[in-house]
């Protein structure tokens, strides 16, 4: 697995100037998960792109497992808000708006690949950091709600379980996404766009449960 993002050009050292030292070392991991992975660095290294000691991350954070977990929540976070803004609370046209919940799926995980790892290829367990894991749960929810909304065209009798529906989706979203959108020499070539890979199998799914026009 590869990873793309920002690298330090080779200072080993941005220098650490703003008095945020949380925040200064977030923004270094950031940048390492993005240049090596989110196994690819040591806490050491996020202080020396930070511009600190070595000892001084210690004062946030325990080890580089707990600052790769606030990466990750972070990047759930801007995940979720990314989500609920393509999906939009269904309207005008809740179909199309679960396309475009799938677009922006894809979006993130192209032009967020440092948070994207930090998220899905990192070791750390959600459930073993605080908040980590109901911030996982969020990003997942707007998935949830909106098969619900979808589900619920349905007629009752033949209504689908909305949490399969997201399942699915989700499972499709992440498989397209890590084959297809992320750099690096695993990336597989496809005769079309990955959205457009996406928005077709989302809709022959649909269709298969007569949830969308044309089944």
């Not at 994207?116 to 996982?136: E, K, N, R």
């Not at 997942?140 to 979808?150: K, N, P, S, T």
């Amino acid at each position: 697995m590869s990873w793309s993002g920002p690298s330090d050009g080779g200072s080993g050292r941005r220098g650490y100037h703003h008095g945020n030292l949380r925040e200064a070392l977030v923004e270094a991991a950031v940048e390492l998960i993005g240049a090596k992975g989110p196994a690819g660095f040591t806490i050491a290294e996020a202080a020396r792109l930070a511009g600190v000691s070595p000892a001084a991350p210690y004062r946030h954070f325990r080890d580089a497992d707990a600052l790769l977990a606030e990466v990750a929540l972070r990047g759930f976070t801007l995940f979720t808000e990314r989500l609920e803004a393509a999906w939009g609370g269904g309207k005008p046209e809740p179909v199309s708006k679960f396309e475009d919940l799938g677009r922006a799926y894809l979006a993130f995980a192209r032009t967020e690949p440092a948070y994207y790892a930090a998220m899905f290829d990192s070791h750390i367990a959600t459930d073993g950091h605080a908040g980590l894991q109901d911030a996982a749960d969020r990003a997942f929810g707007v998935l949830r709600d909106a098969a619900e909304r979808i589900a619920a065209a349905a007629p009752k009798e033949r209504r689908p379980p909305a949490l399969m529906i997201a399942l699915h989706v989700w499972a499709l979203s992440h498989g397209i996404a890590s084959l297809f959108v992320r750099e690096g020499p695993q990336r597989r070539k496809l005769p079309m766009s990955p959205e457009d890979l996406l928005e077709a199998g989302v809709l022959l799914y649909l269709q298969s449960l007569g949830l969308s026009g044309g089944a």
